[in-house]
Nanobody, 117 residues
Framework: QVQLVESGGGLVQPGGSLRLSCAASRNIFSNYAMGWYRQAPGKQREWVATIASAGVTNYADSVKGRFTISRDNVKNTVYLQMNSLKPEDTAVYYC???????????WGQGTQVTVSS
């Protein structure tokens, strides 16, 4: 079992920045792809970014060039650096871990990001 705990959300003005953190209860990054997803009110949850166990990163077109996903293998933490935030980035952001070899998928509880003036 793995627990994922997100933090770092909050209220920010358009054009501002936030860094989200996702702390895992144990070191899983060598065998798990870690991702960030978001869900805005009235919308389906959507994929934002992924960092594979090998370290390869991918981004949704809507955030490419503005968001950066990274991880700290010592701290068992994945980050999402969000710059040039827009009102349409407002959502609850979730962290997800997916095993490379088994059908294990874990989600965090989410953290609210609100972009508003």
């Amino acid at each position: 079992q793995v627990q994922l705990v997100e933090s770092g959300g909050g209220l920010v003005q358009p054009g501002g920045s936030l860094r989200l953190s996702c702390a895992a209860s144990r070191n899983i990054f060598s065998n798990y792809a870690m991702g960030w997803y978001r869900q805005a009110p009235g919308k389906q949850r959507e994929w934002v970014a992924t960092i594979a166990s090998a370290g390869v990163t991918n981004y949704a077109d809507s955030v490419k060039g503005r968001f950066t996903i990274s991880r700290d293998n010592v701290k068992n933490t994945v980050y999402l650096q969000m710059n040039s935030l827009k009102p349409e980035d407002t959502a609850v952001y979730y962290c997800k871990g997916r095993s490379d070899y088994q059908n294990y998928v874990y989600w965090g509880q989410g953290t609210q990001v609100t972009v508003s003036s």
